[in-house]
């Protein structure tokens, strides 16, 4: 009598029939792998080892769990023919950015711009000072942070010298956001000021 083994039901004969290759067995152990507990040290890692069928690799079956030590990510995957994955929980370093940057009065400039690599849950930052002293003509300062053009949070300040502005907020966020700091200065003459824009994953 046959025995069947694994997802994909791959099935050992039995008696004189039975196996005896070495490709035979490792047929057999692709076959139970996606039952087990897989590992990726990234994303592409996992797309070659889980989400596409070839000669070194499976298409693993919806329900699969993958498991990144260099990502501390788990995944889940969602569909037995196509590279779809749900992330149970993944974290990220911080990508962050800081450049000094000239500005013109009355113009809107976009000072910082990122676009997001993967979707999840996401904590933002941005900041912009001016740590010159330099003089205090002018009215108000604007900084605005944008996700695909729409407000996320932002502030406004008096000219002042030595000024620093800072916010944050957590929010999800898709595959290909373009995640960016506006500046403008209300009145007065150019300014160069410094700017910081950052984000890390954490879920």
């Known amino acids: 009598m046959a025995t069947v083994y694994g997802p994909d039901k791959f099935t050992v004969p039995t008696g004189p029939d ?107 930052y941005a900041s912009m000072n001016d740590q010159n002293g330099l003089d205090d003509v002018g009215s108000l300062r604007e900084m605005r942070v944008l996700v695909n053009g729409a407000w996320k949070f932002g502030g406004i300040l008096a000219a002042s010298r030595f000024w620093f502005w800072s916010g944050s907020r957590t929010t999800f966020l898709n595959k290909g956001d373009i995640y960016q700091l506006d500046f403008m200065q209300r009145s007065g003459g150019e300014r160069s000021l410094q700017a910081e824009l950052a984000y890390q994953r954490i879920l």
Do not use: C, N
Request: charged letters at 15%.
């Open 18 to 124: 039975a196996p005896d290759v070495p490709a035979t067995i490792i047929t057999l152990l692709d076959s139970m792998r996606p039952s087990l507990i897989g590992h990726a040290s990234s994303i592409a890692d996992r797309t070659a080892k889980y989400g596409s069928a070839s000669a070194s690799s499976i298409q693993a079956p919806a329900g699969t769990v993958v498991v990144s030590v260099e990502l501390s990510a788990i995944w889940v995957k969602t569909s037995s023919t196509l590279d779809q994955w749900a992330t149970i929980i993944q974290h990220s370093d911080e990508v962050s950015t800081v450049s000094v940057v000239s500005t013109q009065s009355d113009q809107v400039k976009t000072v910082q711009k990122f676009t997001i690599p993967e979707s999840g849950t996401y904590s933002l």
